[in-house]
């Protein structure tokens, strides 16, 4: 009291020693000039109350001097508790005299860790209030570098905000008292309440118009009356100004989406392009240099993945099918396919002059050929290898054409000898040279150029990452494979300071068996910080989850030799196999069961299951540079977006991989297909049926090469313990028999003196073959036993097959003269 006396401040509010109602305890000074104390950090007691803030503003800078804003925590505690004997200060009227780092307030809904501030009001480059909200600066003790200019900007940022509080957008503005935008927004009659907004990469089944995103009605309702866009006049052409007095309540022009409100509340479905795809209008910005093709202004479209692009002619490119058909029904739908009609054929059609896009301008503009290229990746023991090369064009085609979808790399000599020391014994060795596609291509050169930078040329990552499809395999610094409780494969890796584990366990795909699941953790955070941003990989960028085969060298087949297994074992070998080089196949397999054998199984890759969904799909299968099949998580094309794994969470995410159209055989023999019932699944069903007879149709036409590996092998195959199975027996005759013919034809059209292959030997181990074969089939084919005794290789072959094939089967190879 003598202290403020002398100063001429009248202590106001009841003290301890008995004075005045009306009097009240002298507020607490932080950094009077009278008093050297220096502001200290946040978190050791000295950070203000909004009640200390309301006791020492100055009442002179810009924020004191402002009006209340009569919606903020502050404003709506003082007008319920108009007695208290301290007022809180309005949360957007900080004293600019007071140190930032004693006024910060916790965040209310976000985790623990953020504050807010406001203070004088910067020039911002952002323009619309949900990137930026006058005054307000959001930040983090931890994140110390970023600071956000509103919470709609800082749950874009850290999208995993929305798993600690699905309303966290609601609750921080109702704390501060700025309101959403949709609501901020004076309406010209009453509108239907809104659902929160949903994120731009939400397909369009979770979607659910008219709730999770606004209609054309609740557009028409909010728009605010004063925007480039709400000025317009109606186009008179689009769905909705067709449609205008069908409706109880008018919709908006589509041409006419108000610019206030935020792109994810009002994406519409775009009509006619594929689904999930969406698109709004915005405010037309001239770009500040060179030439946008912007065919509609202020239009933009979005892909299922969120990539944005500013015509549908430039996304034509990511569709699949009739895309002129696509442009037309969409312009319809927005009303301005009449001043389009003349240009969409000659876009959508791609004239063949120069362009930005044609991959012709990779090899010039680019300086492709030449280039140096570097390819990572884990080989079966887990051991890293690095190979370095140069691109160079493919040999011209039969039109005189350089291809421009692939490649060659021809491998420095020392680089390739070093790769081919490691490897183990009988497993592929690097050639010379390699064809590659383009992705795998531009994937090597922008991972030597991340290595040496500007020394491998011009940059070529900011090129092209936005115009083609590339891959760059991403190597993990560390990896484990362990066995589970439950004796199935585990996969721990390390990538970029995360780390990943990949499990078994029951898939979520009904009847599906197990699955691979995928948990992430940061092993930079600390335990007092919030929950962590999802561990994410751009576009492009793909780990290197290892090898899926082969495993041992006879895993590697001739293609007839697998073919003949294959057929034998009721065409199942075929779910685990993977075209290899040449004529060569990867095949997983036992020989003598016919399942995908113990090595393959100990790895965790074989467990992953297929989707049709390929929005669910982050796996996908290559090959490295030895011909080892690879798979490698995360998304390639641009379309789809970052690929993200969530962080420090409880949710567990199960990984898919698709093996396109060329896999649906298998996946209709085993009995599901992804093809909707209709005339494709019925031809489907049909060549299936017939796999049997237009295999026996083509081994009849073998070359010398092929029947000598496939006698060989069948020769070892049945001298295998366990061959004892009557189906596999019956099968195995079926291709011995069809080998013996070929064989004895073969040898009477060839020179004895041949020395490529000894067909007379061939013939005599196909003989041998049957005779082995003979004494394990039933005694009541006493037929077969006669004449093969006799040596009528060729009444054989038709008694063995009229014994196991159908009539109508029979019938059919009689027809193609097999016999």
Known sequence: ????????????????????????????????????QKPKAVGTGIVLSPQDLYANRCKQCELCIKQDCGACWSCRTNRKQPSCSRRAVCLQKMCLAIPDQQKEQPAKGLPPGFTFIFKRDKPSRHKTTRSYTAGLFISHSSYSIKT??????????????????PNVIADFNRHIGVQTISNAIPSRRKRSPKAAPVPLSASAEEIPHGKACMTLEDLYDTRCGICENCRKDDCGQCSSCMSTGSSSRRQVCIQKMCCRVPTDQKAQRAIGLPSGWRFYFAEHVEPNGGYVNEPVPGLFVISKGGK????????ARYMVGDR????????????????LEQDITQVVERPKKKSRTDKSALITDYSLIGRGVCFAWTDVSGQ???????????????????????????????SRSDVNSTRREGMPTVPEARIFPLPIILGGCISLEQQIGGACGSPLMGQVKNEYEFMNWVVPNWRKESTSPQSLPRLTLIVRGYRLELYVKQSTIPKAGYGVFVKCTSLMKRRDEPPMMPFELKAGELIDLGVYGPFRPSDVKRRAVFFAKN??????????????????????????????????????????????????????????????????????HQCQGSFFVPVECDDEMEIFVNYLDSYEKVRVRKGYSFLPAGDKKDELLEEIANDDVEYVKEMNTSDAVDVEACVHFLAEFVLKDGFDSGNIVERTLIVAAVLQRRAKRLLASRDEDDPKVNMKKVFENSLNLVSLLLPKIHNEHGELKRL????????????????????????????????
């Open 384 to 414: 890293t290898k690095l190979l370095y090369g140069h691109v160079s064009p493919c040999d011209v085609d039969e039109d005189g054409r350089v291809p421009v979808d692939n490649f060659k790399v021809i491998f420095g000599p020392q």
């Open 1 to 36: 009291a003598d202290f403020y006396n002398h100063i001429g401040i009248i202590a106001r509010g009841k003290t301890k020693g008995g004075a005045s109602k009306k009097q009240r305890a002298p507020p607490r000074i932080i950094n009077s000039p009278l008093v050297s």
């Open 788 to 819: 093969h005794a006799e040596g009528n290789v060729d009444k054989f072959l038709v008694h063995t097959l009229r014994t196991y094939f159908s009539a109508h089967e029979f019938s059919k190879l009689s027809d193609m003269r097999i016999f």
């Open 308 to 315: 944005k692009f500013r015509s549908v002619e430039a996304a």
């Open 148 to 165: 956000f200019r509103s919470i709609e900007a800082a749950v874009d940022f850290i999208p995993r905000l929305r798993n600690f509080n």
């Open 324 to 339: 002129s058909e696509a442009v037309r029904k969409f312009y319809t739908y927005v009303g301005v396919l009449d001043r």
């Open 567 to 636: 057929f034998i074992f009721s065409h199942k070998c075929e779910e685990w196999a993977f075209d290899g080089e040449m004529d060569n196949q990867i095949d997983i397999t036992d020989d003598v069961t016919g399942d995908i054998h113990d090595e393959a199984k100990a790895h965790i890759l074989a467990y992953v299951n297929e989707s049709s969904d390929l929005d669910r799909v982050c796996v996908r299968a290559e090959y490295d540079a030895e011909g080892n099949v690879h798979y490698l998580l995360g998304h390639s």
